[in-house]
Structure formats: C-alpha cells, structure tokens
C-alpha cells in the first residue's frame, strides 16, 4: 500500500499524491498509477461524475448477487453496479465510478455481498473471485458467510526502533485485527522474515515480540519491512512493518 508525503488536486478534480520516494501517482478506477508526466501537463483523466452516495451504507443481506448486467448492491463501501459490456462480463461500478485493476477496468459477471456487508466479483466465466479489501480487489476464495479479517493495525506504528540484543520475548508491537462482523480475532499469524530472509520475530496472543537474539544481519539505521500475515476462516489479510534494530 502506497504512502504519501503531499496530495494535491489538480487538472479538473483529479486527486495525485507523491510518495516519499518522490514518485507522483493519480487516483485512477479505484486504484494508484503511476503518472510520470506530473506537474506539469498531466493528461487530464475526465473521470465520470460520481453519484450521490450518502455514507454510512446499509449493506444488502448476505449471500445477495446479481447477475446479467443488470441491478445494484449495497456494501460497506457504498453502492455496487455493472457498467459496459467488457468481453463476456461487464465493467466493475462503485458509486458511480469505473474500479480497475493495474490501470485496467476490471471485467465481472457476478457481484455477491457476503460475510457482514463484504463484496466480492466474480472473473467472467467463474475461474476467479476477488474481494473488495481495503480499497483494492484482491484474488480471494469464493464468498463465506462466515466472518472474515478485513483490517490490520499495529502500534507503535512503522520504523518502530528495537536493539538488535533485546532478549527474546521483547515486546516490539501489539496487532489489532480487525474482523468483519466485528468479532475478536480468533485466528492465526505468520511473521516472515526481512530482506535477507531472517525471521527474527513471532506472534504470542496479539504481540510482535523479539524471536531471535541477537538480531541477525541488522542494518544500523535501516527500516526492515516485516511481513505479517492473519487468517482465519480460510482468508488472510496481511501488512508490511517496519522495524529499525540498532
């Protein structure tokens, strides 16, 4: 997920942000792009005026789809339609406004609300599903009505600084999980390791504690990004955090 340091809007309503690399992208069908040619003189994108949409949204019960083109959704995130024909499916809507994967309008033939006001689209011809999570469609198993996680949060937050000779069990960060019926996490974590490939961190309750003492491979002053994983009922939702051992 993209950070950025300055967000601006410009050439007729489009919203651009810089990274902290100094990279612009623009917000374009529901996803970041890369945009080289900003500022100056940006192509304008002249995106379709959104509808009306009135937050927060009352999702469709579950287990809800539509198929053929044709009817509207309702899910946490507002209202879901079919647009164009795209090959044998039709163009992904939400509120109005096109949702793209890579650059691309993303083609569907069924869209089901599931699992406490979730949305997920079908590929056409019903190879692949993918769930609306944290703003991006991602590749996903097909529908539940079971809950899934749909939310990480870790505090401290990124570049959380740690000794590379802190002993083992040294609490580094606690992890929230957040669930989409709103139940406690009762699921599992995989911590991965940093870029060498040293795990040197694990998951007891709901801490990030130290595994490994002392820290293998650390680079002083340098921010490691961690990769955490949480599943449960089959669905992992997961975030990179950064830890700088000194």
């Known amino acids: ?53 009135t937050p927060p949204f009352t999702p469709s019960p579950d287990g809800t789809t539509i198929t053929g083109g044709t009817g509207s959704l309702t899910s946490i995130d507002g209202v879901w339609s079919f647009g164009a024909p795209n090959g044998s499916g039709w163009n992904l809507m939400l509120n109005g406004t096109l949702v793209g994967i890579s650059g691309g309008n993303h083609a569907t033939d069924m869209i089901e609300i ?30 539940t009505s079971l809950p899934i996680p749909i939310g990480i949060s870790i505090v401290p937050s990124d570049n959380t600084t740690i000794s590379h000779t802190a002993p083992i069990g040294t ?8 669930m989409s019926d709103g139940s406690a996490f009762a699921g599992s974590y995989t911590v991965g ?33 961690i990769p955490i ?4 009922n089959g669905f992992t939702i997961y975030k990179l955090f950064d830890v700088n051992p000194t």
């Open 114 to 143: 599931n699992s406490h006001g979730q949305v997920w689209v079908r590929d056409p011809g019903g190879a692949n599903w993918r769930l609306w999570l944290e703003q991006v469609l991602t590749t996903s198993p097909p529908p």
């Open 171 to 178: 609490l580094i960060a606690a992890i929230t999980v957040t």
């Open 193 to 225: 390791g940093n870029g060498n490939g040293n795990v040197y961190a694990a998951v007891s309750g709901n801490n990030l504690n130290v595994s490994v003492s002392p820290i293998p491979d650390y680079g002083t002053g340098t921010s490691e990004a």
């Open 1 to 53: 997920m993209l950070a950025f340091r300055q967000m601006v809007v410009d050439n007729g309503g489009n919203l651009y942000g810089l990274t902290f690399s100094s990279i612009w992208n623009v917000w374009d069908s529901y996803s970041w792009l890369y945009d080289g040619a900003y500022p100056p003189g940006s192509t304008t994108l002249d995106p379709l005026p959104p509808q009306q949409v």
């Open 229 to 232: 994983h949480a599943t449960q």
